[in-house]
């Protein structure tokens, strides 16, 4: 019963290259969430999905930034001519509601990116 | 400013001492949730609490709705125990929703 995976694991792109992200839930689980990590900060939501919709992107910046959760295959974070300051830790976290209140969360390990 | 503060920041312990954490949040939440994150790792859930207290192994972790206040415990520290202790929580109505502290990093040395 594989948990949440995410790859990959680590990922370095140059300036101006695209960035993506892949992350599959846990079995059973249809709600997707993206955190990210700054060097020496704390986590920070980005944003919540639910298969072929978004919920909340209140956290995801206006610009580059974008994420799906299609039908089928791993929900993507998609970062466009990315830039220094996008490197960072990137989480992802399912449950099988759309609620963070009802028992454990499920982490993914994370997909560190470094831009050179 | 942070909605969600712990302390304290940085905690160094020796082994077998006993360590407590503090998280303090600044409006109503249906759930405060203790995450464990070791160095370059994932990130493990270790409880979620919205009332009272709950204990797991060595893990003991506390809240109360009235202060606004929860700790964790650890007894009996160990090296292994090193790692980010985060705090974080679902605000009342936004259910969906994670509000992060930013983290306790501990060290336990021999």
């Known amino acids: 019963n594989a948990g949440v995976m995410q790859n990959p694991r680590h990922l370095v792109r140059r300036r101006g290259q695209e960035a993506r992200l892949r992350c599959s839930p846990m079995k059973g689980h249809s709600h997707v969430y993206w955190y990210r990590q700054l060097p020496e900060e704390g986590l920070k939501f980005m944003v919540y999905?639910?298969?072929?919709?978004?919920?909340?992107e209140s956290g995801m910046p206006k610009e580059r930034f974008s994420a799906e959760f299609p039908k089928e295959g791993p929900s993507i974070l998609r970062i466009q001519q990315v830039v220094r300051g996008d490197s960072a830790a990137y989480f992802c976290a399912s449950s099988p509601l759309g609620r963070m209140d009802t028992g454990e969360l499920f982490f993914g390990e994370g997909s560190r990116l470094t831009v050179l | 400013k942070n909605e969600v503060e712990q302390s304290p920041q940085n905690l160094t312990a020796q082994e077998g001492e006993f360590i407590t954490i503090n998280c303090s949040y600044s409006?109503?939440?249906?759930?405060l949730h203790w995450l464990q994150q070791h160095p370059g790792g994932g990130i493990v859930s270790l409880f979620m609490l919205s009332s009272g207290k709950k204990k797991h192994g060595r893990l003991i972790a506390t809240i109360n709705i009235q202060e606004k206040h929860s700790s964790l415990h650890i007894t009996a520290s160990h090296p292994r125990d090193s790692a980010v202790y985060i705090c974080a929580v679902t605000y009342t109505g936004t259910a969906s929703k994670l509000t992060f502290g930013t983290g306790t990093r501990l060290q336990v040395t021999l």
């Open positions: 409006v109503g939440i249906s759930a």
């Open positions: 999905l639910q298969k072929e919709n978004i919920i909340d």
